[in-house]
């Protein structure tokens, strides 16, 4: 079993609707983040978080510590939102390294 | 500022050839680290550095070695490719700071090994 569990694995939705993909975790952490991945290959980070939650403009990540499990919220999904989705974990064990889950494949059709 | 930039972008290679990869970033990063990111796995970490002059091997170390003489350079290298590491290659660094943990990642290089 990964230590980083993500899904769904692909997700397709319409312009407009409210996309959730979950994230959940099994070693004990010190952060967790969010990144994305643009069809173009680039990686940017979207969230590093530790507790509660965060939120940047149509994106919101939640995180709850006691059930190993964090979700990343898309309001008002658009096209340009269409990306791949990566959670990662740093752990106590592992320090500065991260544990990457599989990523999320997001499509947004018009 | 170009934040992470990688040499080159793309590059085809024969069985047995060795080549160079090369990172450099310019936020005075303490931290640099090296992944592969291949079809249905998640990105894995091949080595890294937590400061000029040091390494460490990651989850998948074999085949590749690795060099930080300068702070804002870390180098892959593939002594002897086997087509095993074709592969997306990326790097990324971040600050030594707790709370500053943010990774920033280059553009990628994509190597097919013949």
């Known amino acids: 079993k990964n230590e980083v569990e993500q899904s769904p694995q692909n997700l397709t939705a319409q312009e407009g609707e409210f996309i959730t993909i979950n994230c959940s975790y099994s070693?004990?952490?010190?952060?967790l983040h969010w990144l994305q991945q643009h069809p173009g290959g680039g990686i940017v980070s979207l969230f590093m978080?530790?507790?509660g939650k965060k939120k940047h403009g149509r994106l919101i990540a939640t995180i709850n510590i006691q059930e190993k499990h964090s979700s990343l919220h898309i309001t008002a999904s658009h096209p340009r939102d269409s990306a791949v989705y990566i959670c990662?974990?740093?752990?106590?064990?592992?320090?500065?390294?991260?544990?990457f889950g599989e990523g999320t494949q997001l499509t947004v059709n018009p | 500022n170009a934040g992470v930039t990688q040499t080159p972008k793309f590059r085809v290679l024969k069985t047995g050839q060795s080549m160079t990869l090369l990172c450099a970033q310019d936020?005075?990063?303490?931290?640099m680290y090296w992944y592969r990111q291949d079809p249905g796995m998640g990105l894995r970490l091949i080595h890294y550095?937590?400061?000029?002059?040091?390494?460490a091997k990651g989850e998948v170390p074999d085949g590749y070695n690795v060099s930080r003489l300068k702070k804002q350079n870390f180098l892959l290298g593939l002594e002897s490719a086997a087509p095993s590491q074709t592969s997306v290659y990326f790097c990324?660094?971040?600050?030594?700071?707790?709370?500053?943990?943010?990774?920033?990642f280059g553009p990628g290089t994509r190597l097919l090994v013949l």
């Open positions: 990324a660094s971040r600050a030594a700071r707790e709370g500053r943990e943010t990774q920033y």
């Open positions: 070693v004990g952490i010190s952060a």
């Open positions: 978080l530790s507790s």
């Open positions: 990662a974990v740093s752990s106590e064990a592992s320090g500065s390294r991260l544990t």
């Open positions: 936020m005075n990063h303490e931290y």
């Open positions: 550095s937590v400061g000029e002059g040091t390494t």
